[in-house]
Nanobody, 123 residues
């Protein structure tokens, strides 16, 4: 149970960009998939995107496809989420999480979760 640490959140105007990072110490991500989820106030946690660390296979939610890009750096044991063309509806707490098996877009597949980082997009 090595903690995951998200960083890079903040306040940005609509149309702007942010890059989030998800890092873990100790064990590497190599044998996992890493996913990003988000949760806005009063809403259910929502799948954003995931990547298989070994193969690079990705799965994007329709709501972010073409705007967000996930990338990985196995040497740094870090996953990034580049968010472009941000919209107010992207405002949420963003979480990274790891899984070993199960559907990539299902929160129930993920075993370990970070604390989250706040992303706020103003109009």
């Amino acid at each position: 149970q090595v903690p995951l640490v998200e960083s890079g959140g903040g306040l940005v105007q609509a149309g702007g960009s942010l890059r989030l990072s998800c890092a873990a110490s100790g064990r590497t991500f190599s044998s996992y998939a890493v996913g990003w989820f988000r949760q806005a106030p009063g809403k259910e946690r929502e799948f954003v995107v995931a990547v298989m660390m070994n193969s690079g296979l990705t799965n994007y939610a329709d709501s972010v496809r073409g705007r967000f890009t996930i990338s990985r750096d196995n040497a740094k044991n870090t996953v990034y989420l580049q968010m472009n063309s941000l919209k107010p509806e992207d405002t949420a707490v963003y979480y990274c999480a790891t899984r070993r098996q199960g559907p990539l877009n299902a929160g129930s597949s993920y075993d370990y979760w970070g604390q989250g980082t706040q992303v706020t997009v103003s109009s």
